[in-house]
């Protein structure tokens, strides 16, 4: 067991271990009554996350891809307000 880790690294370095010894691995095995589904991996399109991806930054965070400027040059008591209210109070 590890549990400083990635469980799939593990996983992919015990079986290679396990192999090394000169043990035949029947790696079909280990997909038997499993859903299955094989992987294009010549277009990685096709499994681009659907969604909104967030950046956090420090204490602000915003969808990637906002036309917020970067939070790094807002005044971070204001970086989370909306730009109507952030230009407002700018104006002050």
């Known amino acids: 067991e590890n549990s400083t880790g990635n469980g799939l690294v593990y996983l992919l370095k ?3 271990k396990y192999s090394a010894t000169g043990r035949n691995l029947n790696a079909p095995k ?3 009554c499993r859903e299955v589904v094989l992987l294009d991996i ?3 399109s096709k499994y681009k996350k659907k969604g909104i ?3 956090i930054d420090g204490g602000v965070s915003q969808p990637d891809n906002s036309n917020q400027p970067p939070s790094d040059i807002l005044d ?3 970086g989370y307000l909306s730009p109507m209210i952030k230009e407002q109070l700018l104006m002050l």
Do not use: G
Request: hydrophobic share 45%.
């Open 14 to 16: 015990s079986l290679a």
């Open 30 to 32: 280990l997909f038997e």
């Open 42 to 44: 010549d277009e990685p």
């Open 53 to 55: 991806i967030w950046t």
């Open 76 to 78: 971070p008591e204001v």
